[in-house]
């Protein structure tokens, strides 16, 4: 029986770009998936969700456009049209990851895998009744929706009148009003859609402010653009129950409910690793995900986690990268996963990003912090482009040694222009030479260099 070098269970952005980087390096590899190659980044998380995004960013923009001097009469928007040219991105870029896995000789086996300890030194792979076995293993089950034990809420979900990220991106027609449980990153891009195209949209969030890990300025001005176009928002706002026609919930001002046609559950996601047969091999996991190291392995030699599974950071791109480290770890070449410097992007619309530190969590580590922050009306091209924004960009420094900690925007292209500020962090050049950069004038992006000539 063919012993592969590595077979990798799960096909989204970690299991497919761990099969890609060690077949190019001229290992075997298998790739198991039960779905649809892509997981969730390409079928039901980021991709289809930017597609829906930006069909209601260009229907926004064109009924709010008087001001630019464009009058469009009768702007209509058509959901479903919207849906099928989302589909059709889906497609083709899953077919796009079938055409790669193919070239790079990769056998894709569509079926439920599952771990079944050793043979003869080898790992056992079972699938579709048949046994594979292999050097190596790489899981990258993903993640699934997290399901709070709220009561109501299993028998809602079950009969669909509460949905999660999945089943509301294939929606055939527009509810009249949305409830969103959970103000988080799915939330609020998902808020933000139903809420553009004319949806009644009312956010439930457990917390003081909205966007979780997100720098507190940042979360505020986002809080304020979305409630200015009409979003309801409930902070500090536990849910009680979901009943047939409501979601019941309790905040300072005592029990109250919300009643709309629909309910998004967006409360976080947890590690995908039930039924993998990870107890053969004997993997550590905590609260369900698998433990990891700075290369991927976990404690099993040979076995490696990426991607949501590990329970690092739930990011497509955290993913792509650990997927790296891990198959450079089994080629012996030197390189280590860090977490520091990864950015978080919400493609709302102004969009959030960041990377590094808060001034919050500089704190807790024990760093003596300074903030500075530049409003984006300093740069030409977001004044000529903006009417009314609040976009901002602002720096986090170690006040002694100026060294910068951390970078958060608010605004236009906010997603584009973070990757600089990663470069910046990651370089750890000091501000005095990042303030020799010459940027693109006119662009947005110089609202950066002149928060550095702010030191
Ligand atoms: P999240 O962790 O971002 O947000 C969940 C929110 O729900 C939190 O603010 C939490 O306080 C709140 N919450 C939890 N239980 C609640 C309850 N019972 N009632 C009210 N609120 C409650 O999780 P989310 O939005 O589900 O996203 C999951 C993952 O997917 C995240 O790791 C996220 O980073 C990733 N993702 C990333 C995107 C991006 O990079 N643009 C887009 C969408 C998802």
Same mark, same amino acid.
């Given at each position: 029986m063919e012993i592969f070098d590595l077979i990798v269970i799960g096909g989204g952005p970690g299991g497919y770009l761990c099969a890609e980087r060690a077949a190019e390096?001229?290992?075997?590899?298998?790739?198991? %998936?039960?779905?649809?190659?892509?997981?969730?980044?390409?079928?039901?998380?980021?991709?289809? #969700?930017?597609?829906?995004?930006?069909?209601?960013?260009?229907? +926004?923009?064109?009924?709010?456009?008087?001001?630019f001097g464009v009058g469009a009469a009768d702007v209509t928007y058509d959901h479903e049209k919207a849906v099928a040219r989302k589909d059709a991105v889906v497609k083709s870029l899953v077919s796009g990851v079938a055409a790669t896995m193919r070239r790079h000789k990769v056998r894709v086996i569509n079926a439920?895998?599952?771990?079944?300890?050793?043979?003869?030194? /080898?790992?056992?792979?079972?699938?579709?009744?048949? #046994?594979?076995?292999?050097? +190596?293993?790489?899981?990258?089950?993903?993640?699934? #929706? /997290?399901?709070?034990?709220?009561?109501?809420?299993?028998?809602?979900?079950?009969?669909?009148?509460?949905?999660?990220?999945?089943?509301?991106?294939?929606?055939?027609?527009?509810?009249?009003?949305?409830?969103?449980?959970?103000g988080g990153v799915i939330g609020?891009?998902?808020?933000?859609? &139903?809420?553009?195209?004319?949806?009644?949209?009312?956010?439930? %969030?457990?917390?003081?402010?909205?966007?979780?890990?997100?720098?507190?300025d940042v979360s505020n001005a986002l809080l304020a653009e979305c409630a200015g176009r009409g979003m309801a928002f409930h902070?500090?706002?536990?849910?009680?129950e979901v009943t047939e026609d409501a979601v019941i919930f309790e905040n300072k001002d005592g029990?109250?409910?919300?009643?709309?046609?629909?309910?998004?559950?967006?409360?976080?996601?947890?590690?995908? #690793?039930?039924?993998l047969g990870l107890e053969t091999l004997g993997i550590e996991q905590a609260r369900g995900a698998i433990i990891t190291d700075k290369h991927l392995c976990t404690n099993a030699a040979g076995v490696y986690a990426v991607g949501d599974c590990n329970g690092r950071l739930m990011l497509a791109h955290t993913a792509y990268r650990e997927a790296e480290v891990a198959v450079n770890h089994m080629l012996g070449i030197k390189d280590e996963m860090r977490y520091e410097h990864?950015?978080?992007?919400?493609?709302?619309?102004?969009? /959030?990003?960041?990377?590094?530190?808060?001034?919050?969590?500089?704190?807790?580590?024990? &760093?003596?912090? +300074?903030?500075?922050?530049?409003?984006?009306?300093? /740069?030409?091209?977001?004044?000529?482009?903006?009417?009314?924004?609040?976009?901002?960009?602002?720096?986090?420094?170690e006040t002694r040694t100026k060294r910068l900690l951390g970078l958060h925007l608010l605004g236009p292209y906010a997603s584009?222009?973070?990757?600089?500020?990663?470069?910046?962090?990651?370089t750890r050049l000091p501000y005095e030479r990042l303030q020799r950069l010459v940027f693109p004038h006119p662009t947005v992006g110089e609202v950066i260099r002149e928060t550095l000539f702010k030191i």
């Amino acid at each position: 029986m063919e012993i592969f070098d590595l077979i990798v269970i799960g096909g989204g952005p970690g299991g497919y770009l761990c099969a890609e980087r060690a077949a190019e390096k001229k290992l075997s590899v298998a790739l198991f %998936e039960e779905k649809s190659l892509g997981g969730t980044c390409l079928n039901e998380g980021c991709i289809p #969700t930017k597609a829906l995004l930006n069909s209601a960013k260009l229907y +926004r923009h064109a009924k709010d456009s008087g001001v630019f001097g464009v009058g469009a009469a009768d702007v209509t928007y058509d959901h479903e049209k919207a849906v099928a040219r989302k589909d059709a991105v889906v497609k083709s870029l899953v077919s796009g990851v079938a055409a790669t896995m193919r070239r790079h000789k990769v056998r894709v086996i569509n079926a439920r895998a599952k771990a079944a300890g050793r043979s003869d030194g /080898a790992f056992k792979v079972e699938a579709q009744g048949e #046994t594979f076995l292999a050097k +190596r293993l790489c899981i990258a089950s993903g993640s699934e #929706t /997290a399901v709070p034990p709220i009561p109501g809420l299993k028998e809602a979900l079950k009969c669909g009148r509460v949905l999660t990220n999945r089943e509301i991106l294939d929606l055939k027609g527009l509810p009249a009003s949305l409830t969103v449980i959970g103000g988080g990153v799915i939330g609020l891009e998902m808020a933000y859609y &139903f809420s553009s195209v004319g949806v009644d949209v009312t956010v439930l %969030e457990l917390l003081d402010k909205i966007a979780g890990g997100t720098d507190t300025d940042v979360s505020n001005a986002l809080l304020a653009e979305c409630a200015g176009r009409g979003m309801a928002f409930h902070l500090s706002s536990r849910v009680l129950e979901v009943t047939e026609d409501a979601v019941i919930f309790e905040n300072k001002d005592g029990r109250q409910e919300t009643r709309s046609a629909l309910v998004l559950l967006s409360a976080g996601r947890r590690a995908k #690793t039930e039924g993998l047969g990870l107890e053969t091999l004997g993997i550590e996991q905590a609260r369900g995900a698998i433990i990891t190291d700075k290369h991927l392995c976990t404690n099993a030699a040979g076995v490696y986690a990426v991607g949501d599974c590990n329970g690092r950071l739930m990011l497509a791109h955290t993913a792509y990268r650990e997927a790296e480290v891990a198959v450079n770890h089994m080629l012996g070449i030197k390189d280590e996963m860090r977490y520091e410097h990864i950015p978080a992007v919400i493609y709302t619309d102004p969009e /959030a990003a960041g990377v590094g530190e808060t001034k919050q969590s500089a704190q807790e580590k024990g &760093f003596d912090v +300074r903030e500075i922050t530049v409003p984006m009306q300093y /740069a030409g091209r977001y004044a000529a482009e903006t009417e009314k924004g609040s976009g901002f960009c602002k720096l986090v420094l170690e006040t002694r040694t100026k060294r910068l900690l951390g970078l958060h925007l608010l605004g236009p292209y906010a997603s584009e222009m973070i990757l600089a500020a990663e470069l910046m962090l990651d370089t750890r050049l000091p501000y005095e030479r990042l303030q020799r950069l010459v940027f693109p004038h006119p662009t947005v992006g110089e609202v950066i260099r002149e928060t550095l000539f702010k030191i």
